[in-house]
């Protein structure tokens, strides 16, 4: 199984770091996040990678893997979008490579579960979902998007809502099929999975959710965030 990492994003709300430094490659406990992520997925038997990055990063790229050569898999490729295209947009562009179920993942956050269990639920779930999306509980759940759900097929998402119907959220990972493509309108240019692909899902029947149950999730997309990883990976 193929894996993409989005890392492409400007990490504006953890400026001024990130306008040195990557996002994906800040560190937590001296070794980068993209790190953790790629070896997530080789340890669960996913060793052929994409990383979509920002062209204007490709020389910071190119000395992380220069860097990290000796502990990064072979197949590894790092994909520089033209121009930024969101969450999903740079899709346009590997699509014809994504002939079967993938991994889609954001590169700013470290997870840690069950990955073999979330793709079978995902193969096996009856309604042959088109993508699944792996929902982690938080505390606070009005600071994501919130899934409204039957059974194990998503209806609707709430973006940030002030009155949550759930304490399960998005966790930045997802499995999809080929099919996903179809709902996608790369005319747009800049795409992003969770406003313009997974609502189209959700209203044909096609977007499930996955909780995991024992999990570590920690999304590093603030000063906050990105600390209280440090302090507890």
Aim: net charge positive; proline share 8%.
């Amino acid at each position: 199984m193929k894996a993409i990492i989005l890392a492409g994003g400007s990490g504006t709300r953890l400026r001024p770091v990130t306008l040195e430094i990557p996002k994906p490659l800040l560190t937590v406990r001296r070794k980068p996040i993209l790190n953790y992520l790629i070896e997530f997925f080789r340890a669960h038997g996913v060793t052929d990678t994409t990383v979509v990055i920002h062209k204007d990063h490709a020389g910071d790229y190119a000395w992380w893997k220069k860097r990290y050569r000796k502990e990064l898999p072979k197949r590894l490729r790092l994909f520089a979008e033209p121009k930024p295209l969101g969450t999903f947009g740079a899709m346009k562009y590997l699509k014809s490579e994504l002939k079967e179920s993938f991994i889609l993942s954001n590169g700013d956050e470290l997870k840690d579960f069950d990955l073999a269990d979330f793709i079978r639920a995902h193969r096996e779930n009856p309604d042959h979902p088109v993508a699944t999306i792996a929902l982690v509980k938080v505390p606070n759940p009005s600071q994501y998007g919130v899934p409204v759900m039957n059974g194990s097929r998503i209806r609707e998402f709430l973006e940030k809502p002030a009155n949550p119907p759930s304490s399960y959220v998005s966790s930045g990972i997802y499995v999809l099929e080929p099919e996903v493509f179809t709902y996608a309108d790369f005319k747009k240019g800049f795409l992003m999975i969770e406003k313009d692909v997974f609502p189209r899902l959700a209203a044909a029947g096609k977007l499930a959710g996955y909780k995991v149950k024992d999990y570590r999730w920690f999304p590093c997309d603030t000063i906050e965030k990105w600390e209280k990883a440090i302090r507890e990976w």
